[in-house]
């Protein structure tokens, strides 16, 4: 069973730094792969869904909250498959947050988030280099102290 991740995406875009939708999906499709999990954003309002399609795979999806805000949509994915998921969910808001909890869900501040994101971006730019060295041959002694 997959871990799922539930992520505000308005809140979590705010506590960035560039606050550009693309560079957080951007991020968050990276975490969800090298993690081996599901990632769903979640943003407020009523955007273009076909805006997102291209940074979408499939273990990272985007979704508008169209009628509803994001809270809610979070709210009833959790409700839905509960039990056929371990969830966590990225948020600041203190109510989706004690929600999330009493359904078993484990919560993380978007703070916590960055910070993983950042990790894992780091991770993934080692292992390419690390990669890139062997994929051109250089088989030197030194090759595993880079």
Same mark, same amino acid.
């Given at each position: 069973?997959?871990?799922?991740? *539930?992520?505000?995406?308005?809140? =979590?875009?705010?506590?960035?730094?560039?606050?550009? =939708?693309?560079? +957080?999906?951007? *991020?968050?499709?990276?975490?969800?792969? #090298?993690? @081996?999990?599901? #990632?769903?954003?979640?943003?407020?309002?009523?955007?273009?869904?076909?805006?997102? &399609? #291209?940074?979408?795979?499939?273990?990272?999806?985007?979704?508008?909250?169209?009628?509803?805000? &994001?809270? &809610?949509?979070?709210?009833?994915? +959790?409700?839905?498959?509960?039990?056929?998921? #371990?969830?966590?969910?990225? !948020?600041?808001?203190?109510?989706? !947050?004690?929600?999330?909890?009493?359904?078993?869900?484990?919560?993380?501040?978007?703070?916590?988030?960055?910070? +993983?994101?950042?990790? !894992? @971006?780091?991770?993934?730019?080692? *292992? +390419?280099?690390?990669?890139?060295?062997?994929?051109?041959?250089?088989? @030197?002694?030194?090759?595993?102290?880079?």
């Amino acid at each position: 069973m997959p871990e799922e991740w *539930l992520i505000d995406g308005f809140n =979590l875009l705010y506590r960035l730094k560039n606050r550009q =939708l693309s560079a +957080l999906f951007g *991020l968050v499709a990276d975490f969800a792969a #090298a993690r @081996r999990c599901l #990632a769903l954003v979640v943003l407020d309002g009523k955007g273009n869904d076909e805006e997102c &399609a #291209a940074f979408q795979t499939p273990s990272f999806q985007i979704r508008y909250s169209k009628e509803v805000s &994001a809270d &809610a949509v979070i709210e009833r994915r +959790l409700c839905e498959k509960k039990g056929l998921a #371990a969830f966590v969910v990225v !948020t600041g808001d203190r109510a989706i !947050t004690q929600m999330a909890r009493g359904s078993g869900a484990r919560v993380i501040g978007a703070d916590e988030f960055i910070s +993983l994101l950042n990790q !894992t @971006r780091k991770e993934n730019s080692e *292992l +390419l280099f690390k990669r890139s060295i062997e994929s051109h041959g250089f088989h @030197r002694p030194f090759e595993g102290k880079i």
